[in-house]
């Protein structure tokens, strides 16, 4: 998340609840990164937009009635993640904004949800590694 | 992993207004309420337009359901309408979770203002919105709980002992130990009503004992309430009343709200099976009082019949008379009895003579009683 959305990092302050959400969209923002810039083939500043999106919305998410806690409800991040760089590359494509390339192609034919599968996988593996994280 | 991606349709970025805290999303959702009689079409797009103060609004109505279900119906189904006309509202799956939302509001708070029609209706839109989220199974859970209380307002005891255990398992599993206490609840009052008192009683002191309990003392006083109920059936008045005690100050908030309905109810029962008739007729009322200020017109008209009994009992055939006359039209707009069911036209026509038909109304209460 673009840290220079002082708003939100202002709302959240006192509220152990949404200082958890952060935390745990924190320890995850990494590998969203990656997943739009590295696979989806988003631009930097694309990416930088999706993120501040994801995070307002994970926030909200978590607030749902009967949702699990923040850090249960990390793979559901990662599916909105995957879910969004693909609807938005698609768009750019069906535009012609945007020329796809076989390898992008490829991921945009898989369900975002298995791709996030993959992704969360990467995550479980992480978080083995470093517990604390 | 959620499998429920597959029928997502995720748009492309949408305004969802500038992030509020919880406090201020709060504020702004209690204004746009208590506005309800000055609002302007733009005034509603202001407000709801803006997700954050969306979201408190929808968890401000769900907290007033079970005290206000009329102006929570109508604020919900304002709510859902206005969602249907905005296409552009909220992030990635909200607009889908915002409509379900609302529908499933909507078609609670119908469920206790005994609608069921439209309870059903709502909750299969409430379906509808749920299925297209990220996480659906919390709200699908929900709305299958509502739609097996609505079977249970039914009469539908069976489909309810029946369903509700692999709900209670799926609430478990989503960890909602609090909804899963309300399942419980509602099989144990369904078990009741099936004539297997012991084994409501059983289930009743399970879920008395969740842990949940201390911090809801709404749904705790509705168990004391039935464990009181349950008592009362089999001839324990005394702990039966040891329970209502129990039950009331958990309740002792000054608003109606339907678990004080309930519990003025069962009071009544409990005072009328004493032989205190004049205690129980004023319980009565006091029930009814509270059905009819909360808007849920079958529960009114079932105690409505109570009452008229309580006053035959007291040889006061004339109030008797108007009590019928208040509850039959509930009675029969609502089909709380079958169509053509002998025991209305019977006590319809007994009115009609001024001579009410003490059996005619034994039967119809039976008929009531096993819905309520």
Known sequence: MDSSDDRVVQAEADDPF??????????????????????????????????????????????????????????????????????????????????????????????????????????????LRNPDA | MPSSARVLRFRARRPSGVPLSPEEATSAARRYLEAASERSPESTSDALSNADVLSSTLRLLREQWATSPQSVSDEAVHIYRWLQNSERIGLFDERDYFLGEAAFIAGTASKFLG????????LDRAEAGFRHTVNAAPGLSSVSYARLCVRFDMGRFDDVVDLMPSLVESFKKLEMPVEAAKAKLVLAMALKNSGRVEDALTHLEAVGDEPCMEKNPTIRAQVLSE????????????????????????LASGQASAGRADLRMFVAGAYRAKGALDTALTAFKSAASDYKELGMATRAAYVGVLISETLLALDRPREAEWEILQ??????????????????????????????????????????QKQN
């Open chain 2, 227 to 250: 464990r009181g109920d349950a008592l009362r059936m089999t001839d324990r008045i005394d702990e039966a009343m040891s329970c209502y005690r129990e039950a009331l100050p958990l």
């Open chain 1, 18 to 127: 949404e200082l958890e959400i952060r935390g745990v969209f924190q320890g995850t923002l990494g590998l969203i990164h990656l997943a739009l810039v590295t696979h989806y083939d988003l631009e930097e500043l694309e990416a930088i937009e999706l993120e501040k999106d994801l995070y307002v919305w994970f926030v909200r998410f978590c607030a749902r009635p009967g949702n699990f806690s923040p850090s249960q409800s990390r793979p559901f991040l990662m599916v909105a993640c995957c879910q969004f760089a693909r609807e938005y590359q698609k768009y750019l494509i069906g535009t012609g904004v945007r020329e796809p390339n076989e390898k992008l192609q490829k991921l945009l034919d898989r369900e975002p949800n298995d791709v996030a599968r993959d992704f969360n996988r990467n995550l479980d593996f992480l978080n």
């Open chain 2, 327 to 368: 509850a039959l039209p509930t009675i029969e707009e609502q089909k709380m009895v079958p169509e053509g069911f002998a025991a209305v036209a019977l006590l319809r026509e007994s009115v009609k003579r001024r001579k009410t038909d003490p059996n005619a109304l034994r039967e119809l209460r039976e008929h009531l």
């Open chain 2, 115 to 122: 609608n069921r029609v439209d309870a059903l209706r709502w």
